[in-house]
């Protein structure tokens, strides 16, 4: 993601955060709010892309996340294009650690959607699933 982008797509990936941590929908352990970001996707933009091309762009983005915080390189993204792995490294990482890595996955996924489907395609799928969500500045 280029360097002037990078804070606009952060900035939205907080946003989609906090949505997540607001609606308090914790799923366990293995929880963590940049799956569950990842997994409401994965319905609508499977649609459009198949699941085959989610698990690719969520591949990439965690890859380029992972460049940024090394910690995310042992997540890993099984056959249905879920994310797992996070149970183990929890008791590894502080909180601030867990909410920067997932700013940078969510932000790295939403600048791969913007890139390949465009922003106005990319805000329309965030919508469907986030309808109260602001305009966001990508």
Known sequence: MPASTAPKLKACARQLLAFELASGKSAGAEDFAAFRICEKLRGPLGK??????????????????????????KLFIKDDASLEGFAALQAELDSDAITAGGVALVAQFLGLLVTFIGPALTLGFLREVWPTIDDLNF
């Open 48 to 73: 459009l892309l198949g699941l085959g091309g989610f698990r690719a762009l969520l591949s990439r983005a965690l890859a380029l996340a992972g460049m940024e915080f090394p910690w995310l390189g």
